[in-house]
């Protein structure tokens, strides 16, 4: 097994969550998602970046407004749709599902069953 390919695979799997967990809030340019991700430790290039903004707001979740910059054209912002909101509940919901069911075969594997 090749690790560092599982480890990009759920790197991916998990991708589009993040970016929808950091718009729920507040609309962001890009260069502000991936500065946030890569605080967040989820290290993700623009040539990633941009093709899967541009499938998430084809796909109804997110929108975009420009606004002006001080530094030059305007600037796309993305945002959450209300749809987008629907959306984000349900994976919140099976994030925690995920979660517990990690948890509950680690605490297996380590003979400290939690239920």
Do not use: F
């Not at 040539?47 to 975009?64: E, I, Q």
């Amino acid at each position: 097994m090749n690790v560092d390919n599982a480890k990009s695979q759920m790197r991916k799997g998990m991708l589009e969550y993040c970016i929808m967990l950091l718009l729920s809030e507040e609309a962001c340019y890009t260069s502000d998602i991936i500065a946030r991700l890569k605080e967040a430790n989820l290290l993700v290039v623009e040539g990633t970046l941009y093709p899967l903004l541009t499938r998430l707001k084809n796909d109804g979740v997110l929108s975009y407004e420009w606004r002006e910059s001080t530094q030059g054209p305007p600037r796309k912002y993305y945002l959450l749709t209300p749809e987008g909101h629907s959306i984000l509940t349900q994976l919140d919901l099976a994030w925690q599902e995920i979660e517990s069911t990690v948890g509950n075969l680690k605490a297996l594997k380590y003979g400290n069953p939690k239920y």
